[in-house]
């Protein structure tokens, strides 16, 4: 079965860092981009980034850039985000997401999400 | 960044209605549009990509199309499972982004 798996989300204070993981499972990770989209309470789904099969592109949404790094281990099927310098409007649901390319292009797998709440 | 702006952002319609939403692009897409399904406390589902290519297993009621700036996704006669929130995203520059979001509500 093709999946994927977030972990690593939790409550943070602004200011701080959380480094969100996924697992995939059930298909060939390196013939891939990934991504990471996020889902605020009462609001709608927002790219947040994304990188290429083998990392030679990587790219973020403003809202994130510069303080949020996407990564991955194609030798263990993972996929990461650094998120860093927290705001409460960064309170989410972040969802990895599987591309249907090895480009950056639309999603066609998605986990059931890791919550990541930033609050004083 | 290019904005996507999807209207109507509720719609209220019956089972067996015809509906159809809109999205506009701040710029030229060249048919690098995708349409997703969310249904709350689900994960959001593929529904077409390339702006009319039905994703398999994605049932023949839905179909998406369009061209340039304007898009439309329209399900020709909407059943219970399709009461949901849609969404279109677009790919044709680096940073990837969605629309609003439409909801499709029972009337």
């Known amino acids: 079965e093709v999946q994927v798996v977030e972990s690593g989300g939790a409550l943070t204070h602004p200011g701080g860092s959380l480094r969100l993981s996924c697992a995939a499972s059930?298909?060939?990770?390196?013939?891939?981009?990934m991504h990471w989209v996020r889902q605020a309470p009462g609001r709608g789904l927002e790219w947040v980034s994304g990188?290429?099969?083998?990392?030679?592109?990587?790219s973020y949404a403003d809202s994130v850039k510069g303080r949020f790094t996407i990564s991955r281990d194609n030798g263990r099927n993972a996929l990461y985000l650094e998120m860093n310098t927290l705001r409460p409007e960064d309170t989410a649901l972040y969802y990895c997401?599987?591309?249907?390319?090895?480009?950056?292009?639309?999603?066609?797998?998605w986990g059931r999400g890791t919550k990541v709440v930033v609050s004083s | 960044d290019i904005q996507l702006t999807q209207s109507p952002s509720t719609l209220s319609a019956s089972v067996g209605d015809r509906v159809t939403i809109t999205c506009r692009a701040s710029?030229?897409?060249?048919?690098?549009l995708a349409w997703y399904q969310h249904v709350p406390g689900r994960a959001p589902k593929l529904l077409i990509y390339?702006?009319?290519i039905l994703k398999r297993g994605v049932p023949s009621r839905f179909s998406g199309g369009g061209s340039g700036a304007e898009y439309s996704l329209t399900i020709s006669s909407l059943e219970p499972d399709d009461f949901a929130t849609y969404y279109c995203?677009?790919?044709?520059?680096?940073?990837?982004?969605f629309g609003g979001g439409t909801k499709v509500e029972i009337k």
């Open positions: 997401v599987k591309d249907i390319t090895a480009a950056l292009n639309a999603f066609d797998v």
């Open positions: 059930g298909f060939t990770f390196d013939d891939y981009a």
């Open positions: 990188l290429t099969w083998n990392s030679d592109r990587k």
């Open positions: 710029q030229n897409l060249d048919k690098w």
């Open positions: 390339k702006s009319s």
């Open positions: 995203q677009q790919y044709n520059t680096y940073t990837l982004t």
